[in-house]
């Protein structure tokens, strides 16, 4: 990286050059004077290269000129118009909702009128005018690649998560596309003779967890808001954290160019979350209280200041996380569907974009049914799962206890509504973890070559606690593992 920024442009054009452009055409011309520059930019084909088509046919066919970055080249090469669109609407729909109550992405707002939850809805007629092949074979055809927003996991399915935003406002690390592997050992050695457990390793993001999936969504929104025409007066975003989200959006927001702010209860997050925001240059706020204390300060500097909200509150993130995590396990088993999928949970926002990925394949067509959800607690902070056994009876927010998963160290989730209903819609459950569990689950991963995080460990320890048959999954968040069918 270093080397990157200090070389010169034309230097990188060589060191760094894209593997579509054009290297022949770059290094005989790296300066193509303006006037000769403008008409090539507008042709489709890059004439430009023409000369050197004869070298290899296939080589030249995407290439793109040197001097052209991959979001010129997404501009240039726009593609035609579609309806699809989305929009906040109140969650959950209750009987003294305005149905007409909808609010524009471009809004401000993360509050329906009543005070609930908003979630972000897509015109589904509009998707489902194309069958669930068509989706399928498009987002195959995206994965991986580098053309501009589509090389991320995320955007690579842009139409189900933000289908209007301009892709020249998106803010992308080109997160997601993390690897889902089989955790063989584990599971025969360990887990009873579990043959098919499968691992998705969201740790290897950018920053750490799963979180960048979500806020490459929102920072960008962010960004499009900022930009013209909407230029909106916002000046920062902000979050409280755990750890996790506010390593993601300090980074996101220095991609971008966006000042953050996070609050952080202090001493209960790991020196690695604690630096990325510092060495990001984002305002980094350690305060004397828990994360939920955090939560309620960060709310009012929110509702009084120009500064967007960038919790889980914020339902823009759920579109990130149900695209990367969620529907990426589908396309990476070949649009099989898992039987499980352990999610460990938290504010549970995550747990309900896994839900909402999941069923909107489902009702477009891309498969035919839905994973069962497993919500896997710390017994140390574990309001979900006292709930689940009250028969979701009453729920009751607690003070959470520490725990070595201190990302889900959180006594009073926000999204603790999106949970019951991605829970009960997919006949689910909830387990918990004790400390002991939870490391011994942890060190036994660990021996099987995986180094596991306390997260994967307390997903790791619910799978224990399961009835053990021949197919089972999990997943957690660093670690998302999965048994798929037979
Ligand atoms: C955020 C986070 C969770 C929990 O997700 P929620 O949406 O808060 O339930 C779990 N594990 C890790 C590593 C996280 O960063």
């Known amino acids: 990286m270093a080397t990157a920024v200090a070389a010169t442009a034309s230097s990188l054009s060589l060191l760094f050059a894209h593997p579509h452009s054009h290297r022949r055409c770059s290094t005989s011309k790296p300066f193509a004077s303006p006037h000769l520059r403008r008409p090539l930019r507008a042709s489709p084909h890059r004439a430009q290269c023409a000369s050197d088509a004869a070298a290899s046919t296939t080589a030249t066919k995407h290439r793109r000129p040197a001097e052209e970055n991959i979001r010129e080249e997404a501009a240039r090469l726009r593609e035609p118009g579609h309806d699809f669109s989305a929009w906040y609407v109140p969650f959950p729909p209750t009987p003294d909702d305005d149905p007409n109550e909808r609010y524009s992405l471009d809004d401000v707002v993360y509050?329906?009128?009543?005070?609930?939850?908003?979630?972000?809805?897509?015109d589904m007629e509009a998707l489902a005018r194309f069958p669930g092949s068509y989706w399928r074979d498009l987002f195959d055809s995206r994965v991986g690649r580098t053309?501009?927003?589509?090389?991320?996991?995320?955007?690579?399915?842009?139409?189900?998560?933000?289908?209007?935003?301009?892709?020249?406002?998106?803010?992308?690390?080109?997160?997601?596309?993390?690897?889902?592997?089989?955790?063989?050992?584990?599971?025969?050695?360990?887990?009873?003779?579990?043959?098919?457990?499968?691992?998705?390793?969201?740790?290897?993001?950018?920053?750490?967890?799963?979180?960048?999936?979500?806020?490459?969504?929102?920072?960008?929104?962010?960004?499009?808001?900022?930009?013209?025409?909407?230029?909106?007066?916002?000046?920062?975003?902000?979050?409280?954290?755990?750890?996790?989200?506010?390593?993601?959006?300090?980074?996101?927001?220095?991609?971008?160019?966006?000042?953050a702010i996070v609050f952080l209860p202090a001493d209960r997050i790991s020196l690695q979350q604690l630096i990325q925001p510092i060495a990001n240059g984002a305002t980094v706020l350690s305060l004397d209280t828990d994360f939920d204390g955090c939560m309620r300060l960060i709310r009012e500097v929110t509702a009084e200041l120009p500064i967007y909200l960038a919790n889980s509150l914020n339902s823009l993130r759920l579109e990130g996380q149900k695209t990367a995590a969620a529907i990426e396990i589908l396309q990476q088993f070949d649009w099989q569907v898992p039987d499980w999928v352990i999610v460990p949970g938290g504010n549970l926002g995550n747990i309900y974009a896994f839900y909402k990925g999941y069923e909107m394949c489902r009702v477009l067509g891309l498969v035919d049914r839905v994973p069962r959800l497993v919500c896997a607690q710390a017994a140390n902070a574990n309001p979900l799962y006292r709930f689940y056994k009250s028969g979701w009876s009453e729920f009751q927010p607690l003070v959470a206890e520490t725990t070595f998963a201190s990302?889900?160290?959180?006594?009073?989730?926000?999204?603790?509504?999106?949970?019951?209903?991605?829970?009960?819609?997919?006949?689910?459950?909830?387990?918990?973890?004790?400390?002991?569990?939870?490391?011994?689950?942890?060190?036994?991963?660990?021996?099987?070559?995986?180094f596991a995080c306390p997260h994967t460990g307390v997903a790791r320890a619910a799978l224990s606690s399961f009835e053990i048959s021949a197919s089972l999954g999990l997943m957690t968040a660093q670690w998302l593992l999965v048994q798929r069918m037979g």
């Open 111 to 122: 509050r329906s009128s009543s005070g609930g939850l908003l979630d972000v809805c897509h």
């Open 147 to 259: 053309t501009w927003p589509y090389g991320s996991g995320v955007w690579s399915k842009k139409e189900f998560v933000l289908p209007d935003i301009d892709s020249d406002h998106i803010v992308s690390l080109f997160e997601g596309n993390s690897n889902l592997f089989w955790a063989e050992r584990l599971g025969r050695e360990h887990l009873g003779g579990m043959t098919d457990l499968w691992v998705k390793h969201c740790g290897i993001s950018h920053t750490g967890s799963f979180k960048d999936l979500g806020m490459t969504v929102l920072v960008s929104q962010v960004n499009h808001l900022r930009r013209a025409p909407l230029s909106r007066p916002i000046n920062g975003v902000g979050c409280a954290s755990t750890g996790d989200t506010s390593a993601a959006l300090s980074a996101y927001c220095a991609a971008a160019g966006i000042p």
């Open 407 to 450: 990302a889900i160290q959180i006594g009073d989730p926000v999204s603790v509504d999106r949970a019951v209903l991605a829970l009960k819609a997919t006949d689910g459950i909830v387990q918990e973890a004790t400390e002991e569990e939870l490391v011994d689950a942890m060190a036994l991963a660990d021996r099987t070559g995986m």
